[in-house]
């Protein structure tokens, strides 16, 4: 494969994201693709390779505890020629910041809905993020085999909550007890389940368009007479697919299936295989980098402590967005400048991993290290670029760090600035005193916290309530930024590296803040 260049694998790599609310079956969906993309054999091995793997570490038992997924994975499989790489996103809500940094190294979303329920918070609220970054978003309306909402009603709550064109690409003859299977407006091909347990066992059938005749074989007249109705109604009331207006994040096609009964899902890959964008130029500065571009670069979204405990390795996942990478190559991260060779770069293939001999733009690769990449890192093979666009987000919850041995303030030292490193807490050492603070956007990470200061550090810590509620970086004119010191002392802190950060009770007193010191910048969110 040396022929291989990165402009030829461009066009055959789909990176993307399942998004979703907790329950909508965004993992039964992600066994079911990596089953029809052959990646795994047996339905249900992620689960169970996922519980085999949480088990192996301590801090992870809260995964198991709560049955959510704290890590994100990436998965990749192929399928008619087309590499995919799925990143897993975190479902639960307080792991907002983890997911946003996900969604930053996909090309495209699915967002995975529940038929019976539309719309949940979580949806929209990684819906949002999406949109942020201009994500394309394909639409799935899962469990259709089960009673589920009118089609309309669900096309038209997407549409006004996200404010986006809705095209449907299929339509659901019936749904539950009624359900006959999946009508396929561009093939004109209606699939229906057959076999005893009625999973989608290959039952197709095309036709010459929705009037045909043909299809009253098939269809119970009652089935057939309504989806005539609906589709003639979806067909002129809903917008035709427009590639374009998809890609630009400003309409979603919708698809709709059963994950668990494996109608759709097919039709769910081919979809993001004909339209889903290609890996796309990357926001970096000087300038977006296309990934044509013949020098290797990539950024790090993500880094995972402790996969393997045996070896107590961390794991950087990099994004690679330009140029072909080879095993063994030299790169510049950009957050310590010195280059690293990268020998034993691993791929993911379902949950196992492979040394990767080469990589291409949208895929990922793990780079073990011992904590000198860090997430936001660029890595590329000069030095002055960065991608932009990673940001830290303001701290929503703030909490001292109590020590319960006080000889081990240099574990707990070094354990908070691993930690925050790999961008599970925040660590803010205040200017007067010695109560370190760590924030959180959600509070599950402190129980991850506290759970792995204990397993991985031997720290045994507690948290107490801080005086601060949230937290802000300070810029600015030089003078002013002294000024705002001198008066506050109290309240300022610096952050793992070194910046100066103003903790505030409140965000009454930001704004107060603010108002006395015009000069000085308070930035909710630092940009790595
Ligand atoms: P999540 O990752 O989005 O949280 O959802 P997950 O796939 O775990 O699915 C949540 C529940 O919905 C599971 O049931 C799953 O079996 C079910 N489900 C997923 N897709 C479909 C579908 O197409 N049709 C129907 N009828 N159900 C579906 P559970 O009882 O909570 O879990 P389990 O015991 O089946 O694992």
Redesign the pocket.
């Given at each position: 494969m040396e022929y291989l260049d990165n402009r030829m694998t461009i066009p055959s790599r789909r990176t993307f994201a399942i998004i979703?609310h907790?329950?909508?079956?965004?993992?039964?969906?992600t066994e079911k693709l990596l089953l029809e993309g052959g990646a795994i054999h047996l339905a249900g091995e992620v689960k169970a390779r996922g519980a085999n793997r949480r088990a192996r570490s301590d801090w992870m038992k809260i995964e198991q505890q709560r049955g959510i997924s704290v890590t994100s994975s990436v998965m990749t499989f192929e399928r008619d020629g087309i590499t995919f790489n799925l990143l897993d996103t975190p479902?639960h809500e307080d792991f907002s910041e983890d997911t946003y940094r996900t969604l930053t190294a996909v090309d495209s979303a699915v967002m995975?809905i529940d038929a019976a329920k539309g719309i949940e918070p979580q949806t929209r609220k990684l819906f949002e993020v999406c949109r942020l970054r201009n994500v394309p978003i394909i639409t799935f309306v899962?469990?259709v085999?089960?009673e589920g909402r009118d089609t309309f009603a669900l096309l038209d709550e997407v549409a006004d909550a996200l404010a986006l064109d809705v095209c449907p690409m299929s339509w659901p003859v019936g749904m539950g007890g009624t359900f006959e299977g999946i009508y396929d407006f561009a093939k004109n091909r209606l699939r229906q389940p057959s076999g005893p347990s009625k999973e989608f066992e290959g039952k197709e059938v095309f036709v010459e368009g929705i009037a045909d005749d043909a299809l009253a074989e098939h269809i119970s007249a009652q089935g057939l007479e309504k989806l005539r109705e609906e589709a003639e109604l979806a067909v002129g009331g809903y917008a035709d697919f427009d590639l374009a207006a998809y890609r630009h994040g400003d309409l979603t096609p919708v698809y709709f299936g059963?994950?668990?009964?494996l109608f759709g899902v097919t039709e769910l890959i081919d979809a993001l295989a004909a339209h889903a964008p290609p890996p796309r130029a990357q926001p970096a500065e000087p300038a977006p980098v296309e990934p044509e571009n013949s020098e290797v670069t990539g950024f790090i979204f993500k880094v995972q402590a402790n996969m393997d405990p045996q070896h107590r390795d961390r794991i950087a996942f990099m994004r690679l967005c330009s140029g072909k990478f080879r095993r063994g190559m030299k790169l510049t991260p950009s957050g310590s400048g010195k280059p690293i060779a990268v020998h034993s770069p691993i791929l993911f293939f379902a949950q196992d991993r492979e040394i990767a001999d080469e990589a291409f733009p949208g895929d990922i690769i793990g780079i073990p290290n011992h904590g000198t990449l860090r997430v936001g890192d660029t890595l590329s093979e000069k030095a002055g670029l960065r991608f932009t666009g990673l940001p830290n987000f303001a701290p929503e919850i703030l909490r001292r760090v109590a020590l319960k041995d006080p000889t081990k303030t240099k574990q707990l030292r070094k354990a908070l600035d691993d930690l925050s490193e790999e961008g599970v807490i925040q660590v803010f050492y205040p200017e007067i005193g010695s109560s370190w603070v760590v924030g959180v956007v959600g509070q599950l990470q402190l129980d991850v916290l506290i759970s792995r200061l204990e397993a991985e550090y031997k720290v045994a810590a507690g948290l107490e309530a801080s005086p601060f509620d949230t937290a802000r970086w300070i810029s600015g004119d030089e003078a002013a930024v002294k000024e705002l010191v001198s008066f506050n002392g109290a309240n300022m802190a610096r952050d793992r590296d070194g910046n100066l950060v103003f903790m505030a009770k409140s965000a009454w007193d930001v704004g107060y803040q603010q108002e006395r010191h015009p000069k000085v910048k308070f930035s909710a969110t630092k940009e790595r």
């Open positions: 979703s907790p329950d909508a079956g965004k993992t039964t969906l479902g995975v899962n469990k085999d089960r059963s994950a668990l009964k």
